[in-house]
């Protein structure tokens, strides 16, 4: 996992990729499609996203997830103001940019349902405005990206 960690850390350039912190004991390499679930792509860096403890851990519990497009959606809305500035503070067209060997396919709903975290009709309906978010060139390039 040395290896996972350290390839999806430097691609990220140290970086979260929902709030954009750059404090190195912070950072963890969390697996887009779970480890547990995924046994074919758990060492694939294109599984992997860098994220901040507070980010992975609300990304694992499936409160927001990030499309191919780059934009988090924030699954469980919330008041709390620490949790929407992890959440918002990097704009999508910046976060497109570090998202740069990220397999968006592992991104797609499978990812959510693996964990379990909704029902499955708010899934389609949420899934259906973030593809409809998403503009023509990046529909086009996440169809044409091969699995890893």
């Known amino acids: 996992m040395h290896l996972f960690r350290s390839a999806v850390l430097a691609r990220h350039n140290y970086t979260c990729l929902f709030y954009g912190c750059r404090l190195r004991s912070v950072l963890d390499a969390a697996h887009i499609r779970s480890y547990a679930c995924d046994q074919d792509h758990r060492a694939n860096p294109a599984n992997g996203i860098c994220l901040c403890r507070f980010c992975h851990a609300a990304f694992d519990a499936g409160d927001i997830v990030v499309n191919p497009d780059g934009q988090v959606v924030i699954v469980r809305p919330t008041d709390d103001p620490i949790a929407m500035a992890h959440c918002t503070s ?6 497109r940019s570090w998202m740069q060997g990220v397999d968006c396919r592992f991104l ?9 975290a909704f ?3 708010k899934l389609k309906t949420m899934w259906s405005s973030v593809g409809e978010s998403m503009d023509s060139s990046s529909r086009k390039s ?3 990206m ?3």
């Open 142 to 144: 996440c169809s044409a």
């Open 108 to 116: 797609m709903p499978a990812t959510v349902l693996e964990r379990k």
């Open 119 to 121: 029902p499955t009709k």
């Open 146 to 148: 091969k699995m890893l």
């Open 90 to 95: 990097v704009p999508g067209a910046m976060r």
